[in-house]
């Protein structure tokens, strides 16, 4: 139809530039920040993982991030047919692509179990039935969600349908509209409840836990662990960005807006670890592993402390809000590449990767109850999904980008790109970005990799 054809002709993207840094900046601050970053910044030795965290996001995440923003924003396509079009002839760089199709699929299955259960836990907080200061109350109380099948999916399918309609809206008027209000309502609420958990007695204690640095923690297990963390934190290594890149605006200045990202980042990922830990240590309570931190510990230390029941709605709201803007960048990889790669129109691509999504993501919403016992290498799927992407396709992507930049696309083609044609002038550092990418970061992710995986 007619519609269709003029819809081809006008792409959608995003429309300001605060739109690009809302929807980016979305992206990457997600259920990472509240429940992966502080863990396993305190568990794994404190400041002293925190300096491999920063080592992995300067070395590996800024180049990589860049170049995926980069390729998109000069392709204007899918993540997929970003990388069919500046491949020479018979080179299979779109496994990248498409790779970044399927980790999408694994991240959301667990993700949006995640996401199901902060959802659930808004309207648990706002009704109160979660508000209790004995761990072995809100435990049974997570424990009920868990492992119940129908509230398990339920839940699940709902933050699914939410996110499927924000996608039909478009990513103008959907992706960028809404993370625009809720970017600057996620720092404002987080900065509350830092506040709140720096003025508990015994703030200090917490501190302690997450900065204090601890080098004999660290590992060549942790060493992968962190640099995972990075790739996860900044939605790279799997298509998200190269997605967004081309959404970007011609005059964005892309190595500009990526610092501001990761440090936004950053920055939030720290005022997480500090609204959570001062206030789980002033209250006693033990630091936990993932899901239980959040969903049992973090309740009860909420309903120790005087008006913990506002706190703890305003707390997830807040992670759901993050979760929000994730996922919508997860889901938008596999939908514009079956929208520009196949020429699927838009509603029909989300309604097509939602159901396959509703599919892959009940074995992780069942994996507490009806699967529980069902295991895959060791790992049931929620976590096999999330190793499986973290630690081997997101990496693995990440160094086949920085070849293909380094190696096939080559120094011209990104300085013309990097510096807007021209209009910006950083040759000196483009020249030192083209090394990193070149020879540094590739063998860097494939060292932490292979002593990771403890094949060296
Ligand atoms: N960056 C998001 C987070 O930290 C997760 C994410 C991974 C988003 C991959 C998009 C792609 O929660």
Excluded at 85 to 90: C, E, H
Excluded at 114 to 125: E, L
Excluded at 162 to 167: A, E, Q, S, V
Excluded at 286 to 293: F, K, R, V
Aim: glycine share 10%.
């Amino acid at each position: 139809t007619q519609q269709d054809a003029s819809a081809k002709t006008v792409r959608d993207g995003f429309t300001s530039s605060f739109g690009v840094l809302a929807a980016t900046l979305g992206s990457a601050v997600g259920l990472g920040n509240i429940w992966k970053f502080p863990y396993l910044t305190g568990a794994n030795g404190g400041a002293g993982f925190l300096v491999v965290y920063l080592l992995a996001t300067l070395l590996v995440g800024l180049p990589v991030m860049i170049s995926e923003i980069m390729l998109g924003r000069a392709a204007k396509r899918d993540a997929v047919t970003t990388l069919v079009q500046f491949s020479p002839r018979g080179q299979p760089w779109w496994l990248v692509g498409a790779f970044g199709v399927l980790a999408a699929f694994l991240i959301m299955a667990f993700y949006s179990e995640v996401a199901a259960w902060v959802f659930a836990y808004v309207f648990k907080a706002i009704g109160g039935s979660i508000l209790s200061s004995d761990p072995a109350v809100t435990s049974a109380a997570f424990g009920q969600l868990v492992s119940d099948p129908v509230q398990s999916l339920l839940w699940q399918w709902l933050v699914l349908a939410f996110i499927g309609g924000i996608l039909l809206m478009g990513v103008s008027k959907g992706i960028e509209a809404v993370t625009k209000k809720l970017m600057p309502i996620l720092f404002l609420l987080l900065i509350v409840l830092c506040v709140r958990s720096l003025m508990l007695p015994g703030a200090a204690e917490g501190l302690s836990f997450l900065f204090t640095p601890d080098f004999s923690k660290i590992s060549g297990a942790v060493i992968l662990t962190a640099m995972g963390l990075a790739f996860f934190k900044l939605s790279i290594g799997m298509g998200t960005m190269i997605t967004y890149g081309s959404y970007f605006r011609d005059d964005q200045n892309i190595p500009a807006t990526t610092v501001r990202v990761m440090a936004a980042d950053l920055f939030v990922s720290m005022l997480a670890g500090i609204a959570i830990f001062p206030a789980v240590f002033s209250f006693g309570f033990e630091p936990a592993a993932g899901p239980s931190l959040v969903f049992i510990t973090i309740p009860a230390v909420f309903a120790s402390m005087p008006f913990g029941h506002v706190f703890m709605v305003l707390f997830f709201v807040l992670t759901a809000i993050a979760a929000t803007g994730a996922m919508l960048s997860i889901l938008e990889v596999p939908v514009s590449v079956l929208n520009g790669r196949f020429g699927i129109s838009r509603p029909k691509a989300v309604v097509a990767t939602l159901l396959l999504l509703a599919l892959i993501g009940s074995t992780c919403a069942l994996s507490g109850s009806l699967l529980a016992d069902f295991k895959l290498f060791g790992f049931n799927m929620f976590d096999l999904f999330d190793e499986v992407s973290s630690k081997l396709i997101m990496p693995a992507g990440g160094i086949a980008l920085c070849l293909f930049v380094g190696w096939v696309w080559g120094f011209d083609k990104m300085k013309a790109e990097l510096s807007n044609h021209g209009a910006l002038a950083n040759e000196a550092l483009l020249r030192k970005l083209f090394f990193l990418l070149r020879y540094v970061t590739p063998l860097l992710v494939l060292a932490v990799m292979l002593s990771g995986l403890g094949l060296i």
